[in-house]
T-cell receptor, first 111, second 115 residues
């Protein structure tokens, strides 16, 4: 069945880069997403990547996709305290309307 | 424009009572999802509505859970005879499916506490 795995916690120093990793099992995944959830709020889409892409960059965010290893990562450059949140990886297949979410990675940014 | 709204934001109820949670999706979005987020857990899919099609109820954990979507817009999630394990944040999301992607827009959630 479909499964998305993420590490639960990541702690970084302000100004450093953060790398949040995600692995998935379904090789037919077409879309892969990163969502951010701040305390007391719903999820907000940060970025997404199609499975035919290897990399996507959007300002401080870089998404890398390794289809062979079914590995997705989100790199946040120059991490700020405002980046502290839970980051969810999600995947969906073209024919499936319901994405599968990981458990989320809590990013803690300290001075 | 307005985003997805949910009400109430917090709900405290006694075990055995029924509760109704409401979701107002973004206008024009054809798809609506309900998820449950328990402490330390990821998002658990509950139910999905797409246009006029029959809803996908495959994620509902028991027959105490039901949902409806009236007029293709507002949705209500009903939990009957609530149990303590129903305590969680219930998130609603809507999307406008196009040819390229299915970006979901989430509401702030309803935090349900069953005493």
């Amino acid at each position: 069945g479909e499964d998305v795995e993420q590490s639960l916690f990541l702690s970084v120093r302000e100004g450093d880069s953060s790398v949040i990793n995600c692995t998935y099992t379904d090789s037919s995944s077409t879309y892969l997403y990163w969502y951010k959830q701040e305390p007391g709020a719903g999820l907000q889409l940060l970025t997404y990547i199609f499975s035919n892409m290897d990399m996507k960059q959007d300002q401080r965010l870089t998404v890398l996709l390794n289809k062979k290893d079914k590995h997705l990562s989100l790199r946040i450059a120059d991490t700020q305290t405002g980046d502290s949140a839970i980051y969810f990886c999600a995947e969906s297949m073209g024919g499936s309307y319901i994405p599968t979410f990981g458990r989320g990675t809590s990013l803690i940014v300290h001075p | 424009g307005a985003g997805v709204s949910q009400s109430p934001s917090n709900k405290v109820t006694e075990k055995g009572k029924d509760v109704e949670l409401r979701c107002d999706p973004i206008s024009g979005h054809t798809a609506l999802y309900w998820y449950r987020q328990s402490l330390g857990q990821g998002l658990e899919f509950l139910i999905y509505f797409q246009g006029n099609s029959a809803p996908d109820k495959s994620g509902l954990p028991s027959d105490r859970f039901s949902a409806e979507r009236t007029g293709g817009s507002v949705s209500t999630l009903t939990i009957q005879r609530t149990q303590q394990e129903d305590s969680a944040v219930y998130l609603c999301a809507s999307s406008y499916r196009d040819l390229n992607t299915d970006t979901q827009y989430f509401g702030p959630g309803t935090r349900l506490t069953v005493l």
